[in-house]
């Protein structure tokens, strides 16, 4: 059920954590992979990270635009 250009990684968990998760998914009705995705998503957004790509190019958006006008300097005499 991977979808395509998903990447695997192992990971340990101590029995206490492992027991949490389990918990934890039985009550929120989610598996350990839905568990896991929310989980980071949080994370990233913590750190003011993009998750999509769409996040990604809104973030490299200036914030002024190339095209605003500088305001003039005027001179004193």
């Known amino acids: 059920m991977a979808t ?3 990447i695997r990684k192992r990971i340990e968990f101590d029995a206490e954590t492992w027991q949490a998760l389990q918990l934890l998914g039985r009550d929120r009705m989610k ?5 896991a ?3 980071f998503k949080d994370l990233l957004r913590k750190h ?3 998750i999509t790509l769409k996040d990604a190019l809104r973030a490299s958006v200036r914030q002024q635009p190339a095209n605003d006008h500088r305001p003039l300097k ?4």
């Open 31 to 35: 598996n350990l992979q839905e568990l």
């Open 48 to 50: 003011h990270r993009p």
């Open 4 to 6: 395509e250009g998903a």
């Open 37 to 39: 995705e929310e989980a």
């Open 74 to 77: 005027t001179r004193r005499r």
